[in-house]
């Protein structure tokens, strides 16, 4: 079980932070499912993009040093909290692909909140 859920952590951290980086970068040329980043603020894609790239460190880095392992399942039920919050925004677009993929990332983050916190905690 321990390695499962580092897979989903480094799965989720990547993820995360390629997503924050693209938030924070928007390079032209996004494919058709991403196309709705160009319609976000510049300050929710700086509020946003940053939060993915620090719950993607946050999910690694205490876990890997033992330094304040409990910040890992608090990254990810961060994590799961973002993705809620976008399948709402996707809602109300009607992008309901999009909603399916959100709550399917905040299922798997969940899951590592939970598998750290009582399954397999880091000590």
């Known amino acids: 079980?321990?390695?499962?859920?580092?897979?989903?952590?480094?799965?989720?951290?990547?993820?995360?932070?390629?997503?924050g980086v693209i938030h924070l970068t928007l390079p032209?040329?996004?494919?058709a499912a991403m196309s709705w980043m160009y319609d976000l603020s510049n300050t929710l894609h700086v509020v946003?993009?940053?939060?993915?790239?620090?719950?993607?460190?946050?999910?690694?880095?205490?876990?890997?040093?033992?330094?304040?392992?409990?910040?890992?399942p608090l990254a990810a039920v961060g994590l799961m909290i973002v993705m809620i919050l976008a399948a709402?925004?996707?809602?109300?677009?009607?992008?309901?692909t999009n909603?399916?993929?959100n709550l399917l990332i905040a299922g798997v983050a969940g899951f590592v909140a939970y598998g750290r916190l009582r399954l397999v905690p880091i000590e």
């Open 1 to 19: 079980m321990n390695r499962f859920l580092w897979a989903l952590q480094v799965f989720l951290a990547v993820y995360f932070f390629l997503t």
């Open 28 to 31: 032209e040329g996004l494919p």
């Open 48 to 72: 946003s993009g940053g939060a993915e790239i620090l719950a993607a460190i946050g999910l690694i880095v205490p876990a890997l040093t033992r330094i304040m392992p409990r910040l890992t």
């Open 88 to 96: 709402v925004f996707h809602f109300g677009r009607a992008e309901y």
């Open 99 to 101: 909603i399916v993929m």
